[in-house]
């Protein structure tokens, strides 16, 4: 009888478990797929997680430094335990715990003198009613009427429009965000501007994404939360000053652990603020595939910003080695660094797990003693502490957003002159994509000397996939144009994508891209056919055919900018998504056209087209 009874309390299964102590189970309220809730075996990961045996487990339970820890009884853990679960959690943790354990590391990792119990609470069924109460309540507040969040659009917190617009358009599982997400990640993004006070938070787009690909909105605002609680920036850097010392920490850490990478990154400008965004405003999710991201995100959640500093210097590293001096002779800008980085992240030669292994890794020093590779958290946070200082010492000359130069000029057989002028071609170069920013530009069509034809506007268009389109208002000082990100075309069908724009060079330069917005989106559930993108009409931007040319969606079957048969009369209207009203002048729909030109996009470091130049190929095939 004693033997039975021994057994029957060794047996999980017939234990009996308060529902309450039961850990969430996670759910995708940005894309609306469903989640793998199979642990796998002998993985370490409890298969049936509680209170009582954790999430890791009948011996591994949550310690409040903000990793999951070993704990065999009473209410310390051994370093040993400790360092055993940070490899599990480098090892990735299963879909279906990611909501309770990230929840749980952040808020250990936010409140270190909260017991073990308290801290795992926060994933359990215990906090459910609380932390949905306080977001309804949050809700009501920010929208207090369902038009309030119709006409919400997409916060960036600094991180800028280009990368806001690929967030929204496939940077996050590789496909558009479907408008129940996107409207999801608006009330979380508000919530955490105008209740919780962040304004600049550059990493909160992508953490956002990330959070609600395995938490409802409930638990990615309470997440955030807590990663802000006490104003540091140990999660995430919250203001310009913040930022700008991220950047300089990252800069001597890559000194002082990678030199030689770091001589060759600072040569082209990939250690300024403006060169790190993809690290240190994308979260690293432009340069690593999906999977890989979310394994970061695992073990970012209990380490913070140390983690992302250990990871992505040592990735520049290990990219370095791979490049080799195929850096100095192709790359001279950071996004063509980048590009290769991520090319390298994607091919076969890259195996994240030896990757983490080398990033984590220690070193032999005098035969018997050891040293990490990498500083300790310690040191990394007193250099941020440091670095504030400096950064606001020096803020005023240190921008975080590069200063930009005007594009240059390809003199070729015919003149140019509707970018003839700096200030024209300074503008271009602010609204153009990172990448095309230090580019020439090359005239490949001009209607003073290729004539007024449709057909051979396609034609000299044929050998640019990215353009530039220059036109003059006849009759006035006005000079409107479009840039395309596909090649003009005859197609009616309708193509391009959410890069486009459309501007005005003169008078009063302003550029129109397509708005990232939250508006119209009354979806009540995730069925296939609801499951698009607020970016659907972006497939339609550039319209085509051997009757005119057109970019923007207008209403009524109008465009935002069109041209037509012989390129002699455009019209213009409101387009969906650019809000381009008034792009000539107000009331002004029709208008005569006067020259027209075309421009194609010339690398600076080999005087090749940038279309036609991929200095990566073949590389890693």
Known sequence: KTSMMDSTTQDPD???????????????SLHGTSIDQIIPPNSGWATRPDAVTGVAGGSLVVHPDGLLSGITGGSGASRNDREEIQRMCRHGIPPSLKCAAWIINVVAAANPDMSKSDCDDFGTFRKVRVIDHGWDLTLKSLFPDESDLDRADVLDFGVGHDHLLNIMQ???????????????????????????????????PDVTCLLLSYMPESYAYATIRQMVVDDSSYFLAISRIQHLSWCKTFSDLMKRCFPQTAVVMEQIGALKPSGLEPILKRFMVPLLRRKHVLRVMDIYTGEGAHAIFRIATTLCCLAHAHLGESIRECCDNAAVFWEGVRRFAHSKHFRFDIFLHQAYGVQKSFRILTRPIFPRRDFVSRLITNNEVWAEENQSN????????????????YPIVLAKHSPERLRLAQWLPPSLQSTRLDLIYSSNHHGRSIEMFYRCCSSAIHSVTIMEVLGTDTVVGMYATQTWRNNP???GDGGCFLFRLKPNPECFKYKVGAGNMNISSFDEQENTSCLDDAGQLMISSSAFISMGVGEGGASGLRLNEDLTRGSTSKSIGFDSEELIAEGEEVFEVGLVEVYRFIREVDNKPVDKVDPWKGMFD
Do not use: M, Q, W
């Not at 408008?179 to 993004?189: N, Y």
């Open 170 to 204: 496939g940077d996050h599982g590789g496909k558009p965000i479907p408008k129940k997400g996107i409207r999801s990640l608006t009330k979380v993004l508000h919530a955490a501007r105008d209740s919780l006070g962040l304004e600049f938070c550059p990493l909160l």
């Open 398 to 413: 240190l921008p975080i957003h590069d200063g930009k130069k005007p594009l240059g000029l390809v003199e070729g057989r």
């Open 14 to 28: 017939l234990v009996e478990i308060n529902p309450l102590d039961l850990f969430c189970s996670s759910i995708d």
């Open 493 to 495: 069908d309708g193509y």
